[in-house]
C-alpha cells in the first residue's frame, strides 16, 4: 500500500509542482539539519539542501519505494553531496577518503556554536574521534537527526543489525572514554541549527 510521500513522489513525476513542494516542506529541514551537523556552516548547509532537492527532482525517476522510503533516499542524496562538497573543497582527498573521513575534513571549516553547546563540542569531540568514522556516522544520524535504524541502514547501505551493532559499540566505547555526565549531555544536546 502506498504512503501519502510514495503518492506525492507519483505526482511530482507526473509534473505536480505542488506535490513537490510538499516533499521538500516534509524533508527540507531535516535535509538541512544533517547537512549543518556535518559541515557547521550555515551558507553551506543551505546551499547544499538546495542542491540536494534540485537533484531529487532531478532523480524522481531513480528512486523506488521498495527499497527503504523517501527519507532514506533523499538522505543518502544528502550524503553524496556533502561527499563532493567536501572532495571539491579538499582536491587532494580521494572520494574513499572524504567518505570516510567527512569529519576529520571539517575541521579546516569555521563555526561558531554558543557557549554552553561550544564548551560541549570542546569536551565532546576529542572522543567522537575515538570512534570509526561510520560508527560516528551511526552515531550522528540515530542521535543528531532522530533516524530510525531502519533509515539508517537504507542510507549507510547496511542491515538494521550491523548498525543497531555500530551503535551499541559507539556507545560502549563512548562509556569507556568520556565521563558519565558528558556523554548524556552529548546525547542530549545537539549543537544548534543556525
Not at 138 to 147: A, E, F, P, S
Not at 168 to 175: K, M, P, T
Amino acid at each position: 500500500m502506498p504512503t501519502d510521500t510514495d503518492e506525492l513522489v507519483r505526482s511530482s513525476r507526473r509534473g505536480d509542482r505542488e506535490a513537490f513542494g510538499e516533499l521538500y516542506d516534509l524533508h527540507a529541514k531535516r535535509i538541512y539539519a544533517y547537512l549543518y551537523y556535518r559541515c557547521f556552516n550555515r551558507e553551506t548547509a543551505e546551499d547544499l539542501t538546495a542542491t540536494v532537492f534540485l537533484k531529487a527532482l532531478e532523480g524522481l525517476d531513480l528512486y523506488k519505494p521498495g527499497l527503504g522510503g523517501f527519507a532514506p533516499w533523499i538522505y543518502g542524496i544528502a550524503r553524496n553531496a556533502l561527499a563532493d562538497h567536501f572532495r571539491t573543497a579538499f582536491r587532494s582527498s580521494s572520494l574513499d577518503d572524504v567518505r570516510s573521513g567527512i569529519w576529520d575534513l571539517a575541521d579546516s571549516v569555521d563555526f561558531t556554536l554558543d557557549v554552553e553547546r561550544h564548551d560541549l563540542w570542546e569536551r565532546t569531540e576529542p572522543h567522537l574521534r575515538l570512534l570509526a568514522p561510520e560508527q560516528r556516522e551511526v552515531v550522528m544520524l540515530r542521535v543528531w537527526d532522530d533516524l530510525p535504524y531502519r533509515d539508517i541502514a537504507a542510507i549507510l547501505g547496511r542491515t538494521e543489525g550491523s548498525c543497531k551493532m555500530a551503535f551499541s559499540r559507539a556507545l560502549a566505547l563512548l562509556r569507556e572514554a568520556m565521563p558519565l555526565s558528558l556523554l548524556l549531555a552529548f546525547l542530549a544536546l545537539k549543537p544548534p541549527i543556525a
